[in-house]
């Protein structure tokens, strides 16, 4: 069982009219589940492995619509609910394809040390956690008992650095050291999170490296040393879910296969397929199944 720790949000798609000059204001409005670790956890179900997710969420309607969208892609919710709001991420997009993001995060930082049942972890073979479920209490302090949790389970643990910018807000020397008392298996991190650190930095502070260097492909850092494995050419019409479809396709070929170049290639060779189309899960027919 592959679990997932972080939020579960309402993700809402705002595009402007075709035509502004004649129709004022947006020319559509959609809504879909989100969330990092939630992406994640759909990814790996899509791609054949058994996922689970681990959240907080509120008692609006939003809550309820999020975990019947789970359910019916194959993930097993765990869902905690608190009094407020579930979380919501509104992406507005520009005539020029620019876009602006607007996160709320709700109840999902909530999620407390008690409220982790030790049975959602008993069968855990991976455990991924966003950067995010890190940054605060009282979730910080739930994903660390999910890693106590997965560890005692003989689970491996990877971890998503998110965001340059989080990183920075949080404190990258107190990051590093949270990180060399979790001690991942696999950090992922783009370029822009990983030049925060000084070189070789990442490596020393998890078993397995993975660096997403967008178009041009991805590169690990083991006890192999470093390699890279570059990305087909293709057309970029959306990249914003293809960080979380990239993460689930590595962590669940390496869980098939232990073979670090095998996860890099099947992890590009998704998430070019993702950028080809817009949204953070667009739906691919068929995904084979990794490994």
């Not at 579960?8 to 020319?27: C, D, N, Q, T």
């Not at 009094?83 to 005539?95: F, H, K, L």
């Not at 855990?124 to 209490?137: D, F, I, N, Q, V």
Request: charged fraction near 20%; proline fraction near 7%; charge should be positive.
């Amino acid at each position: 069982m592959i679990v997932a720790l972080g939020e579960l949000a309402l993700f809402i798609l705002v595009k402007p009219s075709p035509r502004p000059h004649r129709e004022p204001g947006p020319g559509s409005v959609t809504m879909s589940g989100g969330g990092s670790a939630a992406n994640f956890a759909v990814w790996v179900s899509r791609l054949g492995q058994n996922a689970r997710f681990i959240g907080k969420v509120g008692t609006d309607s939003a809550a309820e619509l999020l975990e019947i969208d789970l359910l019916k892609e194959g993930v097993l919710p765990e869902l905690v609910r608190g009094e407020g709001s579930t979380a919501t991420v509104t992406r507005i997009m520009g005539n020029a394809g620019e876009h602006a993001l607007f996160p709320d995060r709700g109840v999902a930082p909530k999620l407390t040390v008690a409220e982790v049942a030790p049975e959602w972890l008993a069968d855990a073979t991976w455990l991924h956690l966003p950067a995010t479920s890190l940054y605060e209490l009282p979730i910080a302090g739930a994903a660390a008992k999910a890693v106590r949790l997965a560890r005692k389970a003989g689970a491996r643990v990877s971890i998503d650095l998110a965001s340059a910018a989080g990183l920075h807000a949080y404190g990258l020397a107190k990051f590093s050291l949270l990180l060399k008392t979790i001690r991942p298996d696999v950090l992922f991190a783009n370029q822009q999170q990983a030049m925060l650190f000084k070189g070789g930095a990442l490596g020393e502070l998890c078993e397995i490296a993975v660096l997403k260097m967008g178009a041009a492909g991805c590169a690990s850092s083991d006890g192999g040393g470093f390699r890279e494995y570059p990305a087909e050419r293709v057309h970029v019409v959306d990249a914003i879910g293809a960080g979380d479809a990239f993460d689930a396709a590595w962590c669940a070929t390496y869980i098939r296969t232990g073979d670090v170049p095998q996860a890099c290639r099947r992890a590009n060779k998704l998430a070019a397929q993702v950028i080809r189309l817009p949204g953070l899960r667009p739906p691919l027919s068929p995904v084979r199944p990794a490994g």
